[in-house]
């Protein structure tokens, strides 16, 4: 990519440099040598002085004479010395407080331009902004460079950002400035666009080429692209004003899903700054364990017993009030407070779980974000082992998108879990994009019929014919079947008819704190004989 020209204003240090002693000193000597020859020219003062020595012979005054001769040109010759060591110095200090320069303006790993020059260079390029010449700032984000970075290392990490760099580089057109303003965020400045069709062409040029696998030390990754993409002036004409919104243009991008682009709308600030405050107080909550887990019961629909419980996180906040789950959870994955949340979240459970009935399963969701770490196998047998939970009793719930996006860590990490009896089940099933083969492949336990389609059972044939159908595969594949969101007797006479093994809703009961579980137990039936 071009830089725009650089102006040269400002260097501390010119080709000669008056302030400086030894320039002083050089001028001095050099311009006394001068004036003593244009003074000896002039008044022919060479014979004068000659005759002088003659006549005073007796002083010495030839002697004299010839000294201060010497002299003179010896004085010359380390003035013009000093000169030339002078000029070497300046030279060299010229060169390094370019480099210095360079330095200061440019990010040392990837050789672009950083924040500080992409912010000079933006107020230079708002001065000109007007309707007819609009100027366009892209906010890009590279998703999955986190996971990245911490499974395969920072040198790793280092080399995708700078492929990322590389890649971008050679999209971007002549005029446009291309930045990395911290770890992996990077923007590009377009000086002047025709339409809006120019940030938009580019931006998904981009999201195309960051589509492609990256290969880096025997490392094959790939990686998405958000961006958020704000116009001058309408979005703005004062550069922090115009970067602040294509931040929180950004942000509706990366809530969209990978590689997403996003311009920039007036009631996107009113949707951010409810979003900062959810995330600001989301670290808080999870530093102080304040979100908890409650508990929905898992039915066996031979006899409407008991056998289990889903964990569900709940956050109650004294600014916010009730957060819920959609809202939260997609801003820890954002923000990868994710891991720490869910880990938190399933040491309770476990404790908890460890109080009821041993029959009893425990159900815990990890998000389509946390499979695609390597360690979360890892984790999680960590802290059944340091709960004492029976890992039998545990059943682990996963998405379809969670499979489609990350098969190979996926498969792994559910390996890991099913080689001590973890079981895994399927949630919101018929909802994603998996195939029969993928079903197979990864050896589930359960599958789960999505609430969409239990709720219309009553209504809709289509949702009939759907929920048979998957009954019909599970019973083909040996599987157990969970219907979720039973909220009614018509529903569950449906599911109890077609060969459905449980049920969960709000018919049986809604998510309670584990303290409201013995009174559940107490109205409800399980097999008692377990506790």
């Known amino acids: 990519m071009k830089l725009p020209p650089q102006p040269s204003r400002g260097l501390a240090i010119t080709w000669f440099d008056w302030r400086r002693p030894e320039a002083r000193d050089a001028v001095v000597l050099v311009t006394a040598a001068v004036l003593a020859y244009v003074v000896a020219h002039i008044y022919d003062l060479a014979p004068k002085l000659f005759q002088l020595g003659i006549d005073y012979a007796e002083w010495e005054l030839d002697d004299a004479i010839f000294v201060v001769f010497v002299m003179s040109i010896g004085m010359m010759i380390y003035a013009f010395r000093r000169y030339r060591d002078l000029s070497r110095e300046i030279k060299s200090r010229i060169g390094a407080e370019l480099e210095a320069r360079k330095l200061a303006r440019h990010d040392p790993l990837t050789g672009l331009p950083n924040r500080r020059f992409f912010e000079e260079r933006l107020e230079e390029y708002l001065g000109t902004a007007s309707a007819t010449h609009q100027v366009a700032v892209l906010m890009m984000d590279l998703d999955g460079f986190k996971v990245v970075n911490d499974t395969h290392g920072h040198a790793v990490g280092d080399k995708a950002l700078n492929e990322f760099a590389r890649r971008v580089s050679v999209i971007v057109r002549a005029d446009a400035f291309l930045a990395r303003i911290g770890g992996d965020e990077f923007t590009i400045v377009m000086p002047k666009i025709d339409t809006l069709d120019d940030p938009t062409n580019l931006a998904r040029r981009i999201a195309a080429a960051v589509a492609e696998p990256f290969v880096v030390e025997h490392v094959t990754a790939e990686f998405g692209v958000g961006i958020g993409i704000a116009i ?231 949702s009939q014919v759907i929920v048979r159908a998957i009954l019909g595969l599970a019973k083909g594949f040996g599987l157990t079947t969970t219907a979720e969101g039973v909220e009614d007797a018509g529903q569950l006479a449906y599911l109890q008819a077609n060969g459905c093994t449980e049920g969960q809703g709000y018919l049986f009961s809604k998510a309670i704190p584990a303290a409201d579980i013995p009174a559940l137990l107490n109205r409800l039936p399980y097999d008692a004989a377990a506790a």
């Open 232 to 462: 001058a002036p309408n979005d703005g004409v004062h550069a922090d004003e115009l970067v602040r919104r294509a931040d929180r243009a950004l942000y509706r991008a990366k809530a969209a899903g990978r590689s997403s682009v996003r311009f920039f709308e007036r009631e996107m600030d009113t949707h951010v700054e409810r979003r900062i405050q959810i995330e600001q107080a989301l670290r808080c909550a999870i530093a102080s364990n304040g979100i908890v887990p409650h508990y929905q019961p898992l039915v066996s629909l031979d006899g409407n017993r008991i056998i289990g419980f889903e964990a569900l996180a709940r956050w109650e906040n004294a600014d916010l009030g009730f957060v819920p789950p959609d809202v939260f959870i997609p801003i820890a994955e954002e923000t990868h407070l994710i891991n720490g949340l869910s880990d938190q979240l399933f040491r309770r459970a476990c404790l908890d779980a460890n109080t009821w009935p041993t029959t009893f399963v425990l159900a815990f969701n990890v998000s389509p974000v946390q499979l695609r770490d390597p360690t979360l196998g890892l984790r999680l047998l960590s802290i059944l082992a340091q709960t004492g939970f029976n890992p039998r009793r545990l059943e682990i719930e996963i998405t379809e998108s969670a499979l489609v996006e990350n098969i190979e860590v996926a498969q792994t990490v559910i390996d890991q879990l099913r080689q001590v009896g973890v079981r895994i089940a399927l949630d919101d099933f018929g909802t994603g994009y998996s195939t029969l083969s993928q079903l197979l492949s990864f050896h589930l336990d359960k599958i789960k019929i999505d609430r969409s389609f239990v709720s219309r059972l009553e209504q809709s044939e289509e």
